[in-house]
T-cell receptor, first 113, second 116 residues
Framework: GENVEQHPSTLSVQEGDSAVIKCTYSDSASNYFPWYKQELGKGPQLIIDIRSNVGEKKDQRIAVTLNKTAKHFSLHITETQPEDSAVYFCASAFSGSARQLTFGSGTQLTVLP | SAVISQKPSRDICQRGTSLTIQCQVDSQVTMMFWYRQQPGQSLTLIATANQGSEATYESGFVIDKFPISRPNLTFSTLTVSNMSPEDSSIYLC?????????????FGEGSWLTVV
């Protein structure tokens, strides 16, 4: 089955700096790659996703890149703010299947003021 | 997107008891799922809640421990039976929505269970 590895497990950055979280996946059939942000006491919130027909997607300060050949994708957060502090999960899925997401292990991002 | 409401949001449960978690969605959805998130861990799929038929369980999860109902396209319940401290987790309801560009998956706020 699919396996998703996520790095780093913890990441601390100064406010205003950029943060990058990387994930690799094993199943070449996977074609949907969402990123979720989970704040303490809350459920995972979808912040951005990318499908395999594009290589990059941006939404304001957040961007995701996908390299299908290398089977890895990354989350980029620019101009980080304290409210970006949370646990971030990457995931992968083959959207043509009834099966659900395979999640990475999560990254605790701390933005220091 | 979808508004996914879960009840209870939190509970403290006695060992050996059972608790039923409810999930209500503000629109009809084909696919509903239940996940478990143990403290400090990632999310693990428990089962797919199938409308009008038995749920499809993932490896390591069984119906006797986690019975699921899905009476219609907007509602599902998950019961955690005969609870032990190892069942202390966040239980998350998830739905898959079909959009123009493909499927998107959303989560509820979770039900935080502590078993004492």
């Amino acid at each position: 089955g699919e396996n998703v590895e996520q790095h780093p497990s913890t990441l601390s950055v100064q406010e205003g700096d950029s943060a990058v979280i990387k994930c690799t996946y094993s199943d070449s059939a996977s074609n949907y790659f969402p990123w979720y942000k989970q704040e303490l006491g809350k459920g995972p919130q979808l912040i951005i996703d990318i499908r395999s027909n594009v290589g990059e997607k941006k939404d304001q300060r957040i961007a995701v890149t996908l390299n299908k050949t290398a089977k890895h994708f990354s989350l980029h957060i620019t101009e980080t703010q304290p409210e970006d502090s949370a646990v971030y999960f990457c995931a992968s899925a083959f959207s043509g299947s009834a099966r659900q997401l395979t999640f990475g292990s999560g990254t605790q991002l701390t933005v220091l003021p | 997107s979808a508004v996914i409401s879960q009840k209870p949001s939190r509970d403290i449960c006695q060992r050996g008891t059972s608790l039923t978690i409810q999930c209500q969605v503000d629109s009809q959805v084909t696919m509903m799922f239940w996940y478990r998130q143990q403290p400090g861990q990632s999310l693990t799929l428990i089962a797919t809640a199938n409308q009008g038929s038995e749920a499809t369980y993932e490896s390591g999860f069984v119906i006797d421990k986690f019975p699921i109902s899905r009476p219609n396209l907007t509602f599902s319940t998950l019961t955690v039976s005969n609870m032990s401290p190892e069942d202390s987790s966040i239980y998350l309801c998830s739905v898959r929505l079909q959009g123009i560009s493909g499927n998107t998956i959303y989560f509820g706020e979770g039900s935080w269970l502590t078993v004492v």
